[in-house]
């Protein structure tokens, strides 16, 4: 016996007909199924975990907010370079380095 049920009386609603004279048991069979679905899913473990996931991509997108922005300055700098300096410079623009 599920001790959630016998402290809820649950099972006790199972053997009592509705106001038409059915069992209730599909609901609360439905019930007991979610109550363990909640228990499974151990949100005291889960709750730091995704904490950490989501610092984790807020970091992320800083430092990529950061590097497209350095990306752009390059591109300004080196759209301002005459010919003969591109060529030798065009490689570390399109690594991403300078």
Same mark, same amino acid.
């Given at each position: 016996? /599920?001790?959630?049920?016998?402290?809820?009386?649950?099972? $006790?609603?199972?053997?009592?007909?509705? =106001? !038409?004279? #059915?069992?209730?048991?599909?609901?609360?069979?439905?019930?007991?199924?979610?109550?363990?679905?909640?228990?499974?899913? /151990?949100?005291?473990?889960?709750?730091?975990?995704?904490? $950490?996931?989501?610092?984790?991509?807020? =970091? !992320?997108? #800083?430092?990529?907010?950061?590097?497209?922005?350095?990306?752009?300055?390059?591109?300004?700098?080196?759209?301002?370079? /005459?010919?003969?300096?591109?060529?030798?410079?065009?490689?570390?623009?399109?690594?991403?380095?300078?």
């Amino acid at each position: 016996m /599920d001790a959630f049920a016998v402290s809820e009386n649950i099972l $006790a609603e199972e053997e009592k007909p509705d =106001a !038409n004279g #059915r069992q209730n048991t599909e609901e609360t069979n439905k019930f007991q199924r979610a109550i363990s679905s909640w228990r499974g899913i /151990d949100l005291t473990n889960t709750i730091p975990k995704l904490d $950490a996931t989501a610092s984790e991509i807020v =970091a !992320n997108q #800083r430092d990529a907010l950061v590097q497209r922005k350095d990306l752009a300055q390059k591109t300004k700098d080196f759209r301002k370079l /005459d010919d003969a300096s591109k060529l030798t410079e065009y490689k570390g623009l399109l690594k991403g380095r300078t």
